[in-house]
């Protein structure tokens, strides 16, 4: 079996409560969504067709436990369900980042989901996979929110009292936009909520910078 792979790299896991830990990363390629903020655009086509044994064999080169499945939209390749599964059995501790637009009921239980919800300004958020909330688990997912303004700051606060997302999710993360101008407001209104939420700075793009790929 294969997957249409972007590219494969060891770096820092830069987001969600895992930020800082080494991860290796199996980049995806290909996603159904068009977020108006993508950083990954670059995913969208190309990619080569890669075996399940070259991606473990460059794994094992690594050595590092932690891996994530990314993308793109990782979940939107059939095959990447028994990928997710083998990873599994390989001892791997695996994290999904997965856009939410894909369900993720077929997702091996051992792994862990990093799902985004597609706020207003993403352009895509009628596209969220609804569902995906309700099988969050308070032990091993997360939730994350992208925002790019207050006003998708106040469709986030709507959505997780709404799923009950506190008690429902491991760590719910504020992500805002890379260079976001109106960051400082964002981070006090988080500071402010009095909810247990994490504001989530991808630390990739201040080690590397916001252009480098493969980081
Ligand atoms: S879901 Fe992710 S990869 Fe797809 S367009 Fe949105 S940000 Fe980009």
């Not at 719910?172 to 504001?199: D, H, T, W, Y």
Request: hydrophobic fraction near 40%; charge should be negative.
């Amino acid at each position: 079996m294969d997957l249409r792979i972007t590219e494969i790299f060891l770096s820092i896991q830069g987001e969600s409560s895992h930020a800082g830990r080494p991860c290796a990363f199996v980049r995806l390629t290909g996603c159904p969504m068009r977020c108006v903020w993508c950083d990954s655009e670059y995913t969208f086509t190309g990619g080569e067709r890669v075996s399940f044994d070259e991606i473990f064999a460059k794994l094992e080169e690594f050595g590092c436990p932690l891996v994530e499945v990314t993308g793109g939209e990782p979940l939107a390749q059939k095959a990447v369900f028994r990928f997710i599964t083998e990873l599994c059995d390989r001892g791997y501790e695996v994290l999904v980042e997965t856009g939410g637009y894909v369900s993720t009921d077929p997702v091996d239980e051992r792994a862990k989901i990093v799902l985004d919800v597609k706020c207003p300004a993403s352009g895509e958020a009628e596209r969220n996979h609804w569902p995906n909330l309700e099988r969050l688990r308070p032990d091993k997912d997360e939730v994350k929110f992208v925002v790019a303004d207050m006003a998708d700051w106040e469709f986030a606060k709507d959505i997780i009292e709404k799923y009950r997302l506190i008690q429902n999710a491991k760590e719910v993360l504020v992500s805002p936009v890379f260079g976001v101008e109106n960051l400082p407001e964002i981070a006090e209104a988080v500071s402010r909520s009095g909810l247990k939420v994490r504001l989530n700075l991808q630390l990739h793009k201040y080690i590397w910078g916001a252009e480098t790929k493969g980081v």
